[in-house]
């Protein structure tokens, strides 16, 4: 059973930056898509990036491409998700999956699932 754990998340002003990290429990096998999506107050949950870790695939959301960026770290087995230029409404629980990836952008692609790290964005 693979375990997904988030850290990174935080308070941060408007136009500042942070960087979020996966650290899964054991080996993802390599076919696999590592994902973040989010979560706002009474907001379905909603794709933010992913990568494939075969070959380092990328894929983005409309509204974070271009200041997201989805890494890997295949030694650590941890994915990271830089983001910058943070806005209000980037306020949400951000959570890690990781699964097959057929959707890429929806939770059905996805079997594993962090308990989410909160990140809050202030004015």
């Known amino acids: 059973q693979v375990q997904l754990v988030e850290s990174g998340g935080g308070l941060v002003q408007a136009g500042g930056s942070l960087r979020l990290s996966c650290a899964a429990s054991e080996h993802i096998f390599k076919n696999y898509y590592m994902a973040w999506f989010r979560q706002a107050p009474e907001r379905e949950r909603e794709f933010v990036a992913a990568v494939t870790w075969s070959d380092g695939t990328t894929y983005y959301s409309d509204s974070t491409k271009g200041r997201v960026t989805i890494s890997t770290d295949n030694a650590k087995n941890t994915v990271y998700l830089q983001m910058n230029s943070l806005k209000i409404e980037d306020t949400a629980v951000y959570y890690c999956?990781?699964?097959?990836?057929?959707?890429?952008?929806?939770?059905?692609?996805?079997?594993?699932w962090g308990q989410g790290t909160q990140v809050t964005v202030s004015s």
């Open positions: 999956a990781a699964g097959r990836g057929f959707p890429v952008r929806r939770r059905s692609g996805y079997d594993y």
